[in-house]
């Protein structure tokens, strides 16, 4: 064990139902009090491949996955030769009977003896569960409720591998340390950040949801659905993804808080809508959800390659804001503040998140729901003398919504007057195009400030923006706890960038290091245009995998 949490780690082919075994157990220990981070690696394929699912679960909270695995499930033995080299000191394979196990203490499961094949997981996971010392009872009711409604003969059959299982593991002699014992728990949720930005948006107020599916973005759209009917949400599964963009500024205009979830390929065929919204402006949230390109590349791996593209998307020059959650809680928050920030300003906003934080369930305590208010799109009242471009100080005009009076809602993708009709008065240009990059100061200031922690005038400064804040927090309380002086800064907002809620502190660092899961360092690059601040080193990813707190520590000593 790492400190006083363990890593689990299951693996199997795609198909032998190693996730099912994964939510299972991550859901039973949530439930018994403990923390956890999941990291899930599968590959893009239907059944076959090798996929993992691993479960870092202490008593303390959590914030970052680790290295090293102190429980293997090994569904097949491709596991066991794969993964040989992760086991730590003390560590314990579990493994059906007939499967070769050398590299350390191994418990052979009869699986075909305690079930029937079809049940084969269940009793991998119950053993599994035993060892740990989790409770029967906590385990049933967490597989029943990760099952939902079945057959009574399925369920009956799912009791009675566990209990099988159950009895089987207690009869057997082992020195496996498991969890300490978990400190009462409030009621917390396990959710990950797909499903946490799902709720986020549901509780600004969502009310339309296009999206074309692709991996690993989908389960937003999935969750939304799931939840459309009690919310009141209308939702579009479209036949691509220029139709989705289109459809949501359609129903955007008409009222409707509209989001579109996609990943890099799909937000590609996006740009032209985007550019749409730029010059209507026509609020719209884009949950883009990152995984490794270019083209399809690695569909179901992670990276946080698509900044760039994210804030230079589009033709034409537009105002845009992009949220960088780094935590299932702020995923959540994104969601919702994305909503606001569209509405608010007129412009799209962006969630740029991954598919390891899209993945990666976490136990967080319900979210404080008073004062989130909904979105409560175009107040103004479209008068006989409505101007839906109104020139104003701050670029922000007043949005009437179709039918809120006599005057006439105007949208238009040319250049247009102040009513919106069309116009080729390169006077009036300048003045339209001035008004909408006016909104990029507005945005500034409504801008999410950098988090910093740590000491003020630090030796040693790690950046970080989007899912790796949490590897990046625990590598600082590493060398913190070595003697150094060490201060973290996570970066929630990457886009509109204020230089005076950062650059000082940057500045009195004695050395910084921007860590991002990408080839060129993207927002590295960010810094250096926007503050004129050039980071001492770099430590960046991009193998398809997330950032831990060893890789970062490695790196660093390199």
């Not at 035993?130 to 409770?135: N, Q, S, T, V």
Request: proline content about 6%.
């Amino acid at each position: 064990m790492s400190g006083q949490s363990i890593n689990i780690m299951i693996g199997g082919e795609a198909g032998q139902g190693l996730v099912t075994i994964g939510l299972a157990l991550a859901k039973a220990l949530v439930r018994a009090g403990y923390y956890i981070v999941v990291t899930q690696s599968y590959m893009s394929r239907i059944r076959g491949g090798h996929n993992t699912f691993t479960i870092r679960a202490g008593a303390e909270p959590l914030d970052s996955p680790n290295e090293g695995v102190d429980l293997l499930v090994a569904l097949n033995q491709e596991t066991l030769e794969l993964h040989a080299g992760e086991l730590k000191q003390g560590s314990r394979v579990l493994a059906d009977s007939g499967l070769s196990c050398a590299t350390a203490p191994c418990l052979n499961v009869p699986y075909s003896e305690l079930a029937e094949g079809r049940y084969v997981n269940t009793v991998a996971l119950g053993a599994a569960a035993c060892l740990l010392g989790l409770e029967q009872e906590l385990v049933v009711k967490a597989l029943d409720k990760l099952l939902g409604k079945h057959s009574p003969e399925v369920a009956q059959a799912n009791h009675e591998a566990l209990a099988g299982a159950y009895g089987w593991a207690e009869g057997q002699e082992h020195d496996f340390v498991a969890l300490p014992p978990a400190q009462a728990q409030d009621k917390r949720l396990m959710l990950n950040g797909n499903e946490a930005i799902a709720m986020g948006l549901l509780a600004g107020g969502l009310k339309f949801l296009s999206f074309y599916p692709m991996t690993p973005s989908t389960s937003i759209a999935l969750n939304i659905i799931a939840n459309s009917e009690k919310m009141g949400v209308v939702y579009e599964q479209a036949e691509d993804e220029i139709a989705a963009i289109n459809m949501a500024l359609g129903a955007s205009y008409a009222g409707a808080p509209a989001v579109v979830t996609t990943s890099g390929g799909g937000y590609a065929l996006m740009t032209e809508g985007l550019s749409l919204a730029g010059m209507s402006e026509t609020p719209v949230v884009i949950a883009l959800v990152m995984r490794p390109g270019p083209a399809t590349g690695l569909p179901t791996r992670s990276e946080q390659g698509d900044l760039n593209f994210a804030l230079h998307g589009g033709h034409g020059e537009f105002p845009r804001a992009i949220l960088t959650p780094g935590s299932v809680e702020e995923c959540f928050a994104a969601g919702h503040q994305a909503l606001h920030l569209a509405e608010d300003f007129q412009s799209p906003v962006f969630i740029l998140s991954d598919q390891f934080l899209a993945d990666s369930h976490r136990a967080v305590a319900p979210f404080d729901l008073e004062g989130l208010a909904p979105v409560r799109p175009g107040p103004a009242v479209a008068a006989p003398d409505y101007l839906r471009y109104q020139v104003t100080a701050s670029g922000i005009s007043p949005r009437a919504l179709p039918g809120s009076g006599p005057g006439l809602v105007v949208a238009d993708g040319d250049e247009h007057d102040q009513a919106g009709h069309i116009t080729e008065d390169l006077e009036l240009r300048v003045l339209l195009q001035d008004k909408r990059l006016r909104k990029i100061k507005g945005l500034s200031e409504a801008a999410l400030p950098p988090q910093f922690n740590g000491p003020e005038e630090a030796d040693l400064l790690l950046v970080s923006w989007g899912s790796s804040k949490g590897p990046v927090a625990a590598a600082a309380r590493a060398l913190n706890e070595q003697g150094r002086a060490v201060a973290t800064c996570h970066f929630p907002q990457v886009w509109p960038l204020d230089p005076d809620k950062f650059l000082p502190r940057f500045e009195r660092a004695g050395e910084a290091v921007v860590i991002e899961g990408n080839a060129t360092g993207q927002f590295a690059g960010l810094l250096a245009s926007e503050a004129g601040f050039s980071p001492a080193r770099l430590v960046t990813r991009y193998d398809g995998l997330n950032f831990t707190p060893e890789y970062i520590l490695r790196a660093l000593e390199g």
